[in-house]
């Protein structure tokens, strides 16, 4: 594959005839505008069915996914938004002792949209804050993160119930948050 340049270019796919399959034309102004270098940053389509042409129907990838994903899904693949979206906790009890059995939290997200920046946060039942697991970090349209039960500082929390509040914000400085509970649990 050739290298292309950072600030705009043009992508032409042809196949053996030299016929034109595709072409794109691309700029650095397409890229996600909080990102603050979109050095080693894919674009990536969409909607694989929408015009490839369609400035809005490309994004800069994840970083949740090292910000390319060459040879896989795109990050922010999303062929048909379905609208809505949030996050979900199959098993809110999780028992973090090392056991091989339910030994962490898996916190999934998936949103109709690319454009969102996420922090998540984890507050014990006095609302005291335990560990922040991301901060300021460009999600996919869907992915997960998984919280081991240890906090800040490096130490098992203890037994009792806990608040995820997962918050994601666009470009335009609108934030939604999402709130959901779990239990660590344990032998006592």
Request: glycine share 10%; net charge negative; charged share 20%.
């Amino acid at each position: 594959m050739p290298s292309y340049p950072n600030d705009e270019g043009t992508v032409v796919l042809i196949n053996r005839s030299n016929i034109i399959i595709d072409e794109f034309e691309y700029n650095e102004e397409m890229h996600f505008p909080l990102l603050v270098s979109n050095d080693g940053v894919s674009l990536e389509r969409l909607n694989p069915n929408a015009p490839t042409n369609k400035a809005n129907n490309w994004h800069s990838a994840a970083e949740t996914v090292g910000f390319g994903t060459p040879g896989y899904k795109n990050s922010q693949y999303n062929p048909e938004a379905q609208g809505g979206g949030g996050i979900s906790i199959p098993n809110e009890i999780f028992s973090p002792d090392n056991d091989g059995l339910e030994d962490n939290l898996t916190i999934y997200y998936k949103f109709d949209k690319a454009n969102y920046v996420a922090n998540l946060y984890i507050f014990d039942a006095s609302g005291k804050l335990m560990i922040q697991l991301v901060n300021n970090e460009l999600l996919g349209t869907e992915g997960s993160y998984i919280w081991n039960g240890i906090d800040q500082y490096n130490q098992k929390v203890n037994i009792g119930i806990y608040i995820i509040l997962f918050e994601v914000f666009d470009k335009d400085g609108n934030v939604t948050q999402y709130k959901e509970k779990c239990v660590v649990a344990g032998k006592i």
